[in-house]
């Protein structure tokens, strides 16, 4: 075996080894919003010199949570609600790829298939970190024309945004349920308030105490959920992009592109950066 073709196996391994070292790390952009985000909420409160005390209100938050999962429930199937829950779990963490280094691994299979043949790609790609490309390179290996290959990979890319897209709907959902809830709170606040109606001071009191229902709705909504579902349809924006660009590099490679015009197209896919 000559050395110029052990060559593109040899860096080819190394770049899926590298990628294997890659790990999960806490997205520090997400924690920064939420630390501004109380901070800023608290912050205000103080400055209007009420006492935190005064907006702890059980009732309050008993009818604007409880309300809101129970809404929630009604408009959301339980996998649709399980799928969800798991990507806001999930959003503290980013685990984002480097395209450049997808790029380098897509274009290291084909310098290995154009030397070898397709097959000889067979060994590396149970050692592929990312599912979707690890699957586009099966399909790759079995299906046997490309439109059919081609329609096959773009409903796996449908199919994941479409799931992306429900997951951070639900929320969206729940979060235009809040505020509405909380306003229900309030009414029921302003409803005990009357029967008390006869004393002034217990009035004015109340209904300060009533409103608070009306600030759970508004900062679950757009404190929490709302935010939350913005970030999952980032990051499905990012994830369709990603495929995308893998989708494109398993059809060079069935076509036996050469690698330099792979590198050229897949190039595409990289984020401009702006001059400073």
Same mark, same amino acid.
Do not use: W
């Given at each position: 075996m000559s050395t110029s073709a052990s060559t593109p196996a040899i860096a080819l391994k190394e770049v899926v080894e590298t990628r294997e070292t890659v790990r999960r790390r806490l997205d520090v952009f997400v924690l920064a919003g939420i630390v501004v985000a109380i901070s800023a909420t608290v912050a205000g409160i103080a400055l209007t010199g009420v006492k935190p005390a005064y907006f702890l209100q059980p009732t309050g938050a008993l009818i604007v949570l409880g309300g809101t999962l129970g809404v929630t429930l009604i408009t959301t199937p339980r996998q649709a609600l399980f799928n969800s829950a798991r990507r806001v779990f999930g959003l503290i963490w980013t685990s984002e790829?480097?395209?450049?280094?997808?790029?380098?691994?897509?274009?290291?299979?084909?310098?290995?298939?154009?030397?070898?043949? #397709?097959?000889?790609?067979?060994?590396?790609?149970?050692?592929?970190?990312?599912?979707?490309? !690890?699957?586009? =390179?099966w399909h790759t290996m079995d299906v046997q024309q490309r439109p059919a290959l081609q329609a096959l990979l773009e409903t796996k890319v449908r199919l994941c945004e479409r799931q992306g897209e429900a997951d951070a709907k639900a929320l969206e +959902?729940?979060?235009?349920?809040?505020?509405?809830?909380? /306003? =229900?709170?309030? /009414? /029921?606040? @302003?409803?005990?308030?009357?029967?008390?109606?006869?004393? +002034?001071?217990?009035?004015?009191?109340?209904?300060?105490?009533?409103? /608070?229902?009306? #600030?759970?709705?508004?900062?679950?909504?757009?404190? #929490?959920? =709302?935010?939350?579902?913005? !970030? #999952?349809?980032?990051?499905?924006?990012?994830?369709?992009?990603?495929?995308?660009?893998?989708?494109?590099?398993?059809?060079?490679?069935?076509?036996?592109?050469?690698?330099? @015009?792979?590198r050229e197209r897949l190039n595409a896919f990289l984020r401009e950066k702006h001059p400073q």
């Open positions: 790829m480097n395209r450049a280094d997808v790029i380098e691994e897509i274009v290291g299979y084909v310098k290995t298939a154009r030397n070898k043949g #397709i097959l000889a790609i067979e060994p590396l790609i149970p050692k592929v970190q990312d599912s979707f490309l !690890r699957e586009a =390179l +959902v729940a979060g235009g349920f809040a505020p509405t809830i909380g /306003v =229900l709170g309030t /009414v /029921v606040g @302003l409803i005990d308030v009357l029967r008390q109606f006869s004393n +002034v001071s217990a009035v004015a009191a109340g209904v300060g105490t009533a409103f /608070v229902s009306t #600030i759970y709705g508004l900062a679950l909504a757009n404190l #929490i959920l =709302l935010p939350a579902a913005h !970030r #999952i349809r980032s990051r499905v924006a990012e994830t369709f992009e990603m495929h995308e660009l893998m989708m494109e590099g398993a059809l060079c490679l069935f076509e036996g592109i050469h690698p330099s @015009l792979v």
